[in-house]
């Protein structure tokens, strides 16, 4: 990274600070990286970027560009969807093009050499050059020319009269759920009449776009096409992925399901996570609390861990991020096995199952004993046989990291005896257990004070009058008007001690875990440690508690 650049990512470093998002930069940093490792909103990021870099910013969906400035390049070139160029200035010889990032000089470079003429640079949100690219396209060449950016067209099968000429692309709404953030794309049927795509944001679904229901045809055949499955076979449940390229030019995974209904098939697409996902504790959102108790788990030789929650709680990126601390202060052999494969780990040998011909939980797992392992992931504990397979490797030398389905963390140890594990197995192999939830996290620009909830933590809960609780506030365009940027995780760990091991063995009750967790490493439960952020502004308590199903006291 030469100086310009780094000056300028500190630049935009700084920008971001100003307005509540807390960023650092590191070695091969780009704006892109920095953007999808926080999280940004797209257009947060653009005026960090426009304000780091001295520029005006421009938003091409509101003034479309000048058809002279389209035609000084080749349609290949609008086709990448990397830089736009934007208005023609004459007399002054220049060219504003619009790019994403303004301190990517290979994006300019490129520019340049297209062009040929002297350029001023402008900034765009980052994500609406894809679609600004797809428009022009469409006004200077048509839009039934497919194109690589529209590619593959669907167009309704019956060609109805109101729908002739209108394209409607998978990428448009891939691209649309990467930029806004979405875990999954849902196409579904309202009626025989009309059908729709929601994304599902910060865990709420949103309606992104309606339309005429025969097109759904169209769609799911392109899904199929794409993940390699068979389009006329249209009466059973399918499932597949596929690799989208988005405009970033990343890759993208997408695990496609498909489902027929009596209206026609439905399909749900979830954007698994980068290859290049960054995952550390640090970044996890957990207090320094539960953060100590997890980083010991990065100098324990053997034992069992599982984390607990509902699906879509992040359990397998915490797993993911336990696993990238150990990988760093060690070197050891690792091995997941799980279903499906979310996270592609470089250095982890991952293994994913396949009931159909006996690769299951158990076999692998007990395949995986010879393969001389220091770390094993089990994705999930779900029947006696991979439980004890699992505890016995824990006793016999590996550490054991896996995922598992109660409501709390003490109660794993009663889980696993219930799977059929032999209590004395749970006691000698379980070293800890986590519980988790994500909550909406509150949008820093339209979050609003709440003082009835200041109050009940005052009064109910013995927080002190140094508190800021705030509540969802009306939406505001850095969070889409949903009142929301992200998800905020809350937790409770339970660490065996020698007392509770014996406490184990004994049999005891979750409710004597708990209070015995308390007196010995200040244990939390989901709810305190909720409140907690509740205190800090980060959540509203309504969401808390339909998280966590407790109620506020009166």
Known sequence: MNAAIAEGLHKLAEELRRVGQSISIQPGDTAETIRTRYNIPDMLMARALA?????????????????????????????????????????????????????????????????????????????????????????????????????????????????????????????????????????????RETARVRFRIDGQLVVHETFPSGMMPGIINALKVRARLDPANRHIPHSGRYVFTGADGKNNELRVSIVPSILGESAVLRLLPREDSQLWLDRLGFSERVLSKLRTLVNVPHGLFLVSGPTGSGKTTTLFAIVNEVMRSRNPKVVSVEDPVEYRLSGVTQVQVNPQIDLTFSAVLREFLRQDPDVILVGEMRD???????????????????????????????????????????????????????????????????????????????????????????????????????????????????????????????????????????????????????????????????ATGEGAKE
């Open 384 to 546: 006696r046989e991979t439980a004890k397979i699992a505890a016995e490797a824990a006793i016999t030398g590996h550490l054991v990291l896996g995922t598992i389905h109660t409501n709390s963390a003490t109660q794993v140890a009663i889980r696993l005896e219930d799977m059929g594990v032999e209590r004395f197995h749970v006691a000698d192999a379980l070293k800890g257990a986590m519980a988790q939830r994500l909550v909406p996290r509150l949008c820093l620009h339209c979050r609003e004070e709440d003082p009835d909830t200041a109050r009940k933590l005052q009064t109910f809960y013995r927080f002190s009058h140094n508190i800021t609780p705030f509540k969802r506030g009306k939406g505001c365009h850095f969070c889409n008007e949903t009142g929301y940027q992200g998800r905020e995780g809350i937790h409770e760990i339970f660490w065996v001690t020698e007392r509770i091991r014996n406490m184990i063995l004994q049999g005891k009750g979750s409710e004597q875990l708990i209070a015995q967790a308390r007196r010995e490493s200040d244990f939390h439960t989901l709810f305190e440690d909720g409140l907690q952020k509740v205190a800090a502004g980060k959540i509203d308590l309504v969401d808390l508690i339909r």
């Open 51 to 191: 304000k780091a870099a001295g520029l005006e910013l421009y938003d091409p969906t509101e003034t479309p560009p000048e058809e002279a400035a389209l035609r000084l390049v080749t349609r290949s070139f609008l086709e990448r969807g990397t830089a736009l160029p934007y208005r023609l200035i004459p007399k002054m010889g220049t060219v504003v093009v619009l790019v994403a990032d303004p301190f990517n000089q290979t994006v300019i470079n490129s520019v340049r050499s297209n062009i040929k003429r002297t350029i001023s640079l402008g900034v765009a949100p980052v994500g609406a050059l894809r679609s600004a690219s797809l428009k022009a396209i469409e006004t200077l060449y048509g839009a039934d020319e497919p194109t690589g950016l529209a590619s593959p067209t669907i167009i309704e099968e019956n060609q109805n009269e109101d729908l002739k000429g209108r394209a409607l692309t998978l990428t448009r709404y891939i691209e649309a759920a990467i930029n806004q953030r979405a875990t999954d794309i849902h196409f579904e049927y309202l009626n």
